[in-house]
C-alpha cells in the first residue's frame, strides 16, 4: 500500500434502537477520533447495510466535527468486526454479505473471531503449561450425564452457554447432602439473578434439562473465585497487538460483582478495581503479587498460542479465576473484549491505548500489505 495512502478502516457492528442505528456508538466515536489523529478514515457501518451488487460503496456513519453524521462511504481497506451474534441465519447471512463486498472491494479482517468456548478449551488442553490453570470442563449431555457428574464434584457444578456472554444464562447447581433437595442459582437471558429450590435430584435436574434447551452448554466445578466478603471476582488481562504488529498486555483489571451473585460481569453489575491492589488486599503481599506474575505470564504466552491454532488474531481479554488459596485459572478467552473497565478504574494510560492499539495495528497492516 502506498504509504501515503491513509486507508480506510470500517467498524462493522450490529443494529440497535437506540438515538443511533448502530452499537457501541461511544466505543465507535473514539476509534474514529483516534483513526482521525492518526491519519485514517474510520467510519461505522452495519451488515444490512451492505447492499448486494452494489459497488460505489457503503452507508455509514463518521464522526465529524464533534457529531455523527451519516455519509456514503468508499469501501473498507481493512474491517474491524465487532458483530456479536450466535444465530445461524445472521451469521451466514453476514458471511455472504461481506464476500459479496470483498468480490468488489478485497479488504483484509482486522482480526477473525475464535470458534467458541469448547474449541478454545480444546486447543488450550493441547499444551501441557496450560493444562494446570484450566478447569475440568465438559460439554453437557443431559440428566443422568450431569447426575454422575454432581456424584464425582462433591454435589455441585457450574453450568454455562458454550457460546454465551456477559454471565448470561449461567448455573450453580448444589446437591444438598442430608436433605437431598437441589438447589440452583443463576443469571437469566436477561442477566437478573434468580434462585430456586427442588424437593429432589430428580426434579431439580428434570428443570436443568428444559433450561438449557436445545442450546449446547459446558458444565465445570463450581470454584470458589470470590472475596473475603464474598462477592465473585476475576481478573479481566487485555492483549493487544501494537504498531508494530506485537502482542502487548494493554491493561489488567479486577471486576467484582455483587454480593452472592453468580458472576463478576459489568453487564451484570459489578465494579472494577485496579489488578494489584485488590488481589494484595484479599491474599496478602506475596500471593497476591505471585497471583499477579502468574496471570502476566499466561496472558503473554496465550495469544500466540491460540494464533497457531484459529489464524491471526488482534486482540483478546483473557479472563482469570483467583481462588481463595491463590490459585490461578484460566476462566476464558473472548476475541471481541469489552475495555469500559479501564475507563472505570481511572486508568487513563490502558484505557488510551485500549482504543489506540486496534487502529496502529490496522494501519500496521495496511502498511506491511505487498
Not at 490453570?133 to 456424584?151: C, F, R, S
Not at 466445578?221 to 506485537?246: A, C, I
Amino acid at each position: 500500500m502506498n504509504k501515503h495512502h491513509k486507508g480506510t478502516m470500517g467498524i462493522l457492528v450490529g443494529e440497535s434502537q437506540g438515538p443511533l442505528p448502530f452499537s457501541e456508538a461511544s466505543f465507535c466515536r473514539k476509534l474514529c477520533i483516534m483513526g482521525g489523529r492518526q491519519g485514517m478514515n474510520v467510519f461505522v457501518f452495519c451488515p444490512e447495510w451492505i447492499s448486494a451488487g452494489d459497488i460505489s460503496g457503503i452507508p455509514g456513519y463518521i464522526f465529524e466535527h464533534g457529531a455523527w453524521a451519516r455519509k456514503w462511504m468508499p469501501r473498507p481497506d481493512i474491517i474491524y468486526d465487532r458483530t456479536f451474534t450466535y444465530d445461524r441465519k445472521q451469521m451466514l447471512r453476514k458471511q455472504d454479505l461481506l464476500s459479496e463486498l470483498a468480490t468488489q472491494h478485497p479488504f483484509m479482517y482486522l482480526t477473525r473471531g475464535l470458534a467458541g468456548k469448547w474449541s478454545v478449551y480444546q486447543a488450550l488442553r493441547k499444551c501441557p503449561d496450560f493444562v494446570p490453570y484450566l478447569p475440568n470442563t465438559v460439554q453437557y449431555e443431559g440428566p443422568p450425564q450431569l447426575a454422575k457428574w454432581l456424584q464425582t464434584h462433591g454435589g455441585e457444578a457450574f453450568l454455562k452457554p458454550r457460546n454465551g456472554t456477559h454471565g448470561k444464562r449461567t448455573l450453580h447447581i448444589q446437591l444438598q447432602p442430608y436433605s437431598g433437595e437441589m438447589r440452583v442459582r443463576g443469571r437469566s437471558s436477561r442477566n437478573t439473578v434468580f434462585r430456586r429450590r427442588f424437593p429432589s435430584a430428580e426434579s431439580g435436574l428434570a428443570w436443568v434439562d428444559k433450561f438449557t434447551g436445545t442450546r449446547p452448554f459446558l458444565v465445570q466445578p463450581y470454584l470458589h473465585l470470590s472475596s473475603e466478603t464474598g462477592e465473585p471476582f476475576d481478573v479481566r488481562v487485555l492483549m493487544q497487538k501494537n504498531e508494530r504488529g506485537e502482542w502487548s498486555l494493554t491493561g489488567m483489571v479486577v471486576r467484582v460483582g455483587q454480593k452472592h451473585s453468580l458472576t463478576s460481569n459489568l453487564h451484570g453489575g459489578g465494579t472494577a478495581y485496579k489488578a494489584l491492589p485488590f488481589l494484595i488486599r484479599e491474599l496478602g503481599v506475596h500471593d497476591g503479587k505471585e497471583a499477579a506474575n502468574e496471570i502476566r505470564t499466561l496472558s503473554q504466552r496465550i495469544p500466540e498460542y491460540l494464533e497457531t491454532h484459529f489464524g491471526r488474531l488482534a486482540e483478546l481479554g483473557l479472563d482469570f479465576g483467583v481462588d481463595r488459596q491463590g490459585s490461578v485459572w484460566i476462566i476464558e478467552v473472548n476475541s471481541k473484549p469489552g475495555r469500559s473497565s479501564f475507563f472505570r478504574i481511572g486508568d487513563p494510560i490502558s484505557a488510551k491505548k485500549s482504543i489506540e492499539n486496534p487502529i496502529s495495528y490496522a494501519r500496521y497492516l495496511l502498511l506491511s500489505k505487498p
